[in-house]
């Protein structure tokens, strides 16, 4: 069965801590993904990688950074947490491919910074 | 680019009733198709799709979804709802030729009351 999973379902963090999100697919799955879900704006990209050590910006890259040193894990990284970065985060990751493939997505993060 | 609308951001309904999700999209290139459906403190998971052919798209649970052209819509259906279809539904498109970046509509909540 296809798997995604993230490190934790809540997080509360203190705003300017430095936060580190996992998120690790048993897929073997060259695609991985990072995204925002707030009310009444659906869900929105922050990062993309299609390899280990690739990455390409999504929609709303401002404020993360990512990490993927190995193919099934994909870091997001905010290096300095703020207030206005609390909302759902979900991972996704797909197989790489000139046509399209599913993207399975992970429980997702609820993070509060207070 | 593309974009996606949905313009109910919450449709109440009573069990067994018929219900019908909306959702239009812009886009200057072709485009695939999508719902997903995101049940409570769960990921999306994908309910169907579409890729070519029919129109007429049925994906899992009873729901089916009509891709029309020429309105450049994509509303999601179902004949008689359960309790267990509240959810959250997002409506997704991608473009053929760039298959991994999804673009989200903002969800519609479905409230299914006994």
């Known amino acids: 069965d296809v798997k995604v999973t993230q490190s934790s379902r809540y997080l509360v963090k203190r705003t300017g801590e430095k936060v580190f999100l996992e998120c690790v697919q048993d897929?073997?799955?060259?695609?991985m993904f990072w995204y925002r879900q707030d009310p009444g704006l659906g869900l929105r990209l922050i990062y993309f990688?299609?390899?280990?050590?690739?990455?390409e910006k999504g929609d709303i890259p401002e404020g993360y950074s990512v990490s993927r040193e190995k193919k099934e894990r994909f870091s997001l990284i905010l290096e300095s947490a703020s207030t206005n970065q609390t909302s759902m985060y979900l991972c996704?990751?797909?197989?790489?491919?000139?046509?399209?493939?599913?993207?399975?997505f992970g429980p997702g993060t609820r993070l509060t910074v207070l | 680019a593309q974009s996606v609308t949905q313009l109910d951001s919450q449709v109440p309904v009573f069990e067994e009733a018929p219900v019908e999700l909306r959702c239009n999209y812009s886009?200057?290139?072709?485009?695939?198709l999508f719902w997903y459906v995101q049940y409570p403190n769960q990921g999306l998971q994908l309910l169907l799709k579409?890729?070519?052919?029919?129109?007429l798209v049925k994906g899992i649970n009873g729901f089916e979804a009509e891709f029309n052209k020429s309105q450049t819509s994509f509303h999601l259906r179902k004949p008689s709802v359960h309790i267990s279809d509240t959810a959250e539904y997002f409506c997704?498109?991608?473009?053929?030729?760039?298959?991994?970046?999804?673009?989200f509509g903002s969800g519609t909540r479905l409230l299914v009351r006994p």
């Open positions: 996704a990751s797909s197989l790489r491919g000139r046509t399209y493939n599913e993207q399975f």
């Open positions: 579409y890729l070519s052919g029919s129109t």
């Open positions: 997704a498109v991608t473009r053929m030729d760039s298959s991994y970046k999804l673009i």
């Open positions: 886009s200057s290139v072709s485009v695939y």
């Open positions: 897929m073997d799955h060259e695609n």
């Open positions: 990688s299609y390899d280990v050590k690739m990455k």
